[in-house]
């Protein structure tokens, strides 16, 4: 095992950084579209969480814009985070390598909540909540979307993704 065979882990914990939903739901999507991820998967292979995650993720993306929304940083955003990037680091590490997929996203995933919280309230003070949190929201879904692609395969070449081709 090295580091590069786990970097699709610790990418999706810098995108649960930002938005804790956000990993799941692209990880549900790409089963749904009968993509498989590299590491063992077992809750989102399940219906209910498969479309729970996604619905989770539709939601945290509208909620984000509310002026009531807390800050990721707050125990409970601290904790989805962890469990979300746990979950999605694991499955897109390579069999067998899903605990250190886990760990590595969740120790990228929560000192970054601080560092994109406070790029995001610096955003905001230029040009406001809604309009800061668009832009946030379509950069994070586009790097999950683009890690979670690159990360999984309808068919694997050598056992491996093409993110993991692309680093070898």
Known sequence: MNFR?????????????ARSMTPMA??????????RT?????LLDRPLFKYGALAMGAGELYGDKMKSAPDRTVFLGLLARVM???IAGAALAPRG???AGAALAVATAVPLAYLTLAGRKQAMAKMGQTRSGLIEDALVVAAGSAIVALSTSGQREHGRTALQRTYA
């Open 5 to 17: 065979s786990l970097l699709s882990s610790v990418l999706i914990g810098a995108v649960a950084s």
């Open 26 to 35: 692209t990880i549900a999507t790409a089963r749904l579209a009968g993509r």
């Open 38 to 42: 590299p590491g063992e998967l077992f």
């Open 84 to 86: 979300s990037a746990g």
């Open 97 to 99: 390598n899903e605990k």
